[in-house]
Every structure is written in structure tokens, then in C-alpha cells.
């Protein structure tokens, strides 16, 4: 099976191994919260809550460990 590599996957273990990734939640217009994965730059991605944000970047590390 072929491993691909996203853009953003690539952006979030970069900021990982410089350690400027930062995980912060914030409110969305509707009054709801989110996660922005996000490094110096600014927004990498977004997650629905803190437990998926940390899986994305639990998923990633385990990847690169591989």
C-alpha cells in the first residue's frame, strides 16, 4: 500500500519538529468551539475538538516514527 503525504501533514510535522506547533481553541460565529492546528505562520488546520486535534497529531508522530 502506498503512503501519500499531504501538504498540510507535511506543514503540521514540520511545526512539530520545530516546536512551534500550537493546538489553540477558539470560538466560531455561532457561538461554538474549534481547534486551530496552527504554527508561527498561522492556521495549518482546523479540528472539531481537542481530542481530534491531539489524534491528528498523534497519527502523525506514530507515521513518522514508522
Do not use: Q, Y
Request: net charge negative; aromatic share 4%; charged share 25%.
Amino acid at each position: 500500500m502506498a503512503h501519500t503525504l499531504s501538504a498540510t501533514c507535511l506543514a503540521i510535522a514540520l511545526a512539530d519538529a520545530r516546536g512551534t506547533l500550537t493546538l489553540t481553541e477558539r470560538t466560531d460565529r455561532w457561538g461554538g468551539t474549534f481547534i486551530a492546528i496552527g504554527d508561527t505562520h498561522g492556521t495549518i488546520e482546523i479540528a472539531e475538538d481537542m481530542e481530534a486535534a491531539n489524534k491528528r497529531v498523534t497519527d502523525l508522530r506514530d507515521r513518522a516514527a514508522a
